[in-house]
């Protein structure tokens, strides 16, 4: 049976409630308990509400009948749509429906939304299989016949002016009826679509959905897929179909009736989410996310097939030095550039992602050779080691790759990963720009290395550290005025440890904030100690890594207070930082270091000579000591070109107004020579080595003995 609908067009009405919910599809409708598209379609008012009656969905007829939104977006209650007078009733009406198996029924009057006069109605209602929300039909109260008549002409309006597309298609899948929004959302007239066949209007891979979807229908089954039609102007559709199959009373199928909803917008929306979730913005490789599940389905094919699969960790050497000093954006086309140069490497069936900064790893599947691992490792150093242009300028970079093999090196996943970043770093402390195999040995140190990263975190609650002290003496008169702070660590099983054995642990893990912190306040209280016996001169050099000068700004500004509660003079604090410091006048490194200086610190340039800075460097920078480094000093000797050089080096540190100290001064012969040469202080074995506070301050009491000629 078909309502006409004018224009010789008609829609079905063999859905009507007492005609579409027979037992089996009653039954089906409550045991997946969720609300069926279709019934927006029914020419009845139809809804689920909670136990307190808030409308949870509705029908067209429905939300027309109370005159609000289909869509509820205040949460009203179907309640509130009882005319006063029948209130009880239909509370009665409610907790019958929700206690008894069997549906209820009740008479009663409704208002629509705004308006004082209300309309007879019947309620139809039951409890859902789960008893959390009712289901209701709502049939206006009068004549069968006025019934049918109104119903349909309201059904009539309702279709033509839906914001959803409505279609019907026959038993061959031929387009039977469309309402004006789904002609409009395809961009045909009705009469261009009308005995067309559904498969006109979409492209290959919705045919290959349809034509299983077909099969289904005739099942009886109810869906709602997601299909992509072709629009008149070759533009995609996406749109979700809630269809229905129709049947004629004697069980044979007619065809299927679906509302159309357009999605297009949303699913570009959740696409650009996904791409978002899965993919780099700046290199467009699968980021870590995508790469992690690749990774464990690769391995899994490999493991099937009896295959190895090769997983190549990436790191770029040098990579940070471009980017501080040429510029962030510079440093992003580095990236790329290097991201387009690796993938040139490897085969299109491989994965190239980008992890984040200059990492990138390469899942190479498949492999039966090794060797084919090596040629595309060596390819990858080839290519990464030729110059990069950038903008008018040139960058360098090398790479340090690891390699793990599955499943020779590891079974999982996350094992795999990490011991090809082992492997990594096993190519970059063996010199960059070099490939390593992971190793068991590999393991065993990494194992150290997070040992020694928990012990290094109990150290400095536990109170394991200590400052140790070396005299910095006046050449010129013998006297220990300063001193450099060196860390030590009185570890619980391995003994007493140096710098040398942890800093670069902590430096790694991010610990070096806080010991550095401690050490600060420790020398800053010692030097307060000391100038109160020795001076108001005597100050005290602390090491400052630009780890360090990269962390958190307050904690500086608490340095300042703490000097300043001590009432010690902020340049009693000297500042020791590395050569590589002051390469980029431009980074928030030397930024960092302004400010320190600006509070009143001084600043001493550490091993001076040992990386590439220059005296031309130190004129654009407040430095106020240069250290030279013990290479300058370990072969000094009257006659030799080592001689000249520090000689050369101190009275051009002079002219610049700083002052010079010489490290690993270890015979009198070299004290002499450096006196000789206007050097400034001397620190190292020939004086002392680094000593607890205790012994630094009984040797300063008493002195150090009188100079004697070497």
Known sequence: MSVPLGEGASVPLSIRAEEGLTPTRLRLEQEHAYFNDIYLLAPVGYFVLGLDTTILQMNLVGADLLGVPRQNPDRVQFRNFISPR?????????????????????????????????????????????GQALRVVLELAEGKLAALERSEERFRRIVHTAEEGIWEIDDQARTSFVNPKMAAMLGYTIEEMLEQPLVNFMD??????????IARRRDGVAERHEFKFLRKDGSELWATLATNPIFDPQGQYLGALALVTDITARRETSELIWHQANFDALTALPNRHMFQDRLRQEMKKASREGLFLALLFIDLDGFKQVNDTLGHAQGDALLVE?????????????TLARLGGDEFTIILSGLDHVSSVERIAQNILANLNQPFQLGEQQGRVSASVGIALYPSDAAEPDDLLRHADQAMYAAKHGGRNRYS?????????????????????????????????????????????????????????????????????????????????WVFRQAAAQARQWQAR?????????????????????LYQGWQDYVRALALPPRSIVLEIGEGVLLDSASQVVARLRALR??????????????????????????????????????????????????AVIAMAHKLGLRVVAEGVETLVQRDLLAQAQCDFAQGYVYAEALPAPQFTALAERGLPPAAPA
């Open 338 to 350: 290097a991201a387009r140069r690796i993938g040139t490497c490897v085969r299109a069936s491989d």
């Open 534 to 554: 020795f001076g108001a001169g005597f100050q005290i050099s602390v090491n400052l890594s630009p780890g360090q000068l990269r962390g958190d700004a307050a």
């Open 437 to 517: 195999y992971f190793t068991p040995d590999l393991q065993v140190a990494a194992q150290a290395r997070l040992r020694l990263g928990q012990d290094l975190r109990l150290a400095q609650a536990q109170g394991q550290f200590a400052l140790h002290y070396q005299p910095i003496v006046n050449l010129r008169t013998g006297a220990i005025e300063r001193a450099e702070a060196l860390l030590r660590w009185q570890h619980p099983q391995r003994g007493l440890l140096g710098p040398a054995e942890f800093l670069a642990q902590a430096e790694s893990n991010g610990l070096i904030l806080d010991i550095g912190d």
């Open 204 to 213: 290959e891979e919705g045919r290959l959905i349809l034509e299983r979807n």
């Open 598 to 647: 600006e509070m009143g610190l001084q600043v001493a340039l550490d091993d001076f000579g040992t990386g590439y800075s220059s005296l031309a460097h130190l004129k654009h920078f407040d430095i106020d000591y240069l250290k030279l480094d013990h290479s300058f000093v370990r072969e000094l000797a009257a006659d030799t070109g080592d001689l000249a050089l520090c000689e």
């Open 86 to 130: 029948f209130v009880a009733d239909f509370d009665r009406f409610v907790q019958a429906a929700v206690n008894s198996s069997e549906p209820q029924r009740c008479d009663l009057q409704l208002l629509r939304a705004h308006e004082q006069h209300g309309f007879p109605a019947t309620l139809r209602a039951s409890a859902d299989l789960g």
